[in-house]
């Protein structure tokens, strides 16, 4: 049974940080894309930033220059290192899992395609005040 559990969630100021984590059990894919969502009550939920298990990475350009996706296959860990946080990026993030999508796909934001994504996490709340 394929399981995605985030934590690291929380409450900060405008320019703190926060890191988040997925911790990933039970998939047998081969090759896989792993991502971090976000979102906002009425709003669809969108890619935040991907990463496939040949080290491609892609990232929404709202986040780019400020946040940092990696994966630790040691232990099976999806984190999300996000710097100089703002208002805007209040949110329930989650991480998704869905097959491998190939270094084009990635390129052309397919990793960012929520209703591709076979599993999910329960998420995580972000809160960044002014």
């Known amino acids: 049974q394929v399981q995605l559990v985030e934590s690291g969630g929380g409450s900060v100021q405008a320019g703190g940080s926060l890191t988040l984590s997925c911790v990933a059990s039970g998939y047998m894919y081969r090759s896989y894309c792993l991502a971090w969502f976000r979102q906002v009550p009425g709003k669809e939920r969108e890619g935040v930033a991907g990463?496939?298990?040949?080290?491609?990475?892609m990232y929404d350009d709202s986040v780019k220059g400020r946040f940092t996706i990696s994966m630790n296959n040691a232990n099976n860990t999806l984190s999300l290192q996000m710097n100089n946080l703002k208002p805007e990026d209040t949110a329930m993030y989650y991480c998704?899992?869905?097959?491998?999508?190939?270094?084009?796909?990635?390129?052309?934001?397919?990793?960012?395609?929520?209703?591709?994504?076979?599993?999910w996490g329960q998420g995580t709340q972000v809160t960044v005040s002014s």
């Open positions: 998704g899992l869905r097959g491998w999508v190939g270094q084009r796909g990635m390129e052309l934001g397919l990793w960012a395609r929520r209703e591709d994504y076979d599993y």
């Open positions: 990463i496939d298990n040949y080290g491609i990475i």
